[in-house]
């Protein structure tokens, strides 16, 4: 895929990373105006919430673009492709989403949750790690997942069928005084860190940023 070097170079400065996540948006959306739209969104964000990075911005957008698709909206409409608020419409989803979730059948939601905690039990040892106050842990269920994104403010539950088909796997990174509060979610997409927010999608500190990188390099062997 080509990008011009406004595009490279407005990314680079960014810390923005051609990763999947980013490819999965740029199959629906032209890098330019791409770059426009997260660029109008952080300046109109930025007043409120001064640690929010195009980055996060990137990540909120994408998980947006996905829950849209899976709620059937019109993609092919730049209202919808483009919304004027985008935390507010990513919000919106979320609860659709949900509302849908809630809708599926008993037993397939059983399946699920019987799936995942297959899952969280077989990585359990291989993931957990404690450091200097701080832990990864692998959540015990599906509940554990929805709690967390209900406890964050963020879209991790709808997660869980991504899980499943494995395409990712979600860990908790807790402080080790308080193991039962929420704190960063981490998401794992192949042999590598994907995403870590914390509450309202916000960036990691550079203490939890540091701890991760560690536990990557430890566990995931990205040294």
């Known amino acids: 895929m080509y990008f011009d070097e406004n595009f490279l170079r407005w990314a680079n400065e960014n810390n923005i990373s051609m990763d999947d996540n980013m490819q999965e948006i740029l199959r629906l959306v032209p890098f330019r105006k791409l770059q426009k739209y997260i660029s109008d969104q952080s300046s109109k964000r930025y007043q409120k919430n001064p640690s929010c990075t195009h980055c996060s911005l990137l ?64 990585n359990r040892e291989r993931y957990s790690y404690q450091k200097k106050g701080l832990a990864v842990v692998v959540p015990n269920s599906a509940a554990a997942i929805v709690k967390e994104g209900h406890a964050l403010h963020h879209c991790v539950g709808d997660y869980l069928e991504r899980i499943v088909q494995g395409q990712c796997l979600i860990l908790f990174v807790r402080k080790t005084e308080d193991l039962d509060t929420p704190y960063f979610t981490m998401q794992i997409s192949g042999n590598r860190v994907s995403q870590l927010q914390g509450r309202f999608n916000a960036a990691p500190s550079d203490e939890v940023h540091k701890f991760v990188d560690e536990w990557a390099s430890r566990i995931l062997k990205l040294a």
């Not at 947006?64 to 919304?83: G, K, R, S, T």
């Not at 979320?94 to 059983?110: A, F, H, M, T």
């Open 59 to 122: 990540i909120e957008y994408r998980d947006y673009l996905v829950m849209a698709q899976n709620l059937d909206y019109d993609i092919a409409d730049e209202f919808v492709l483009y919304p004027e608020s985008l935390k507010k419409a990513h919000d919106i989803a979320v609860k659709l989403r949900r509302e849908q979730r809630d809708r599926k059948s008993y037993d397939n939601s059983k399946y699920l949750a019987s799936r995942l905690e297959s899952i969280f039990e077989s």
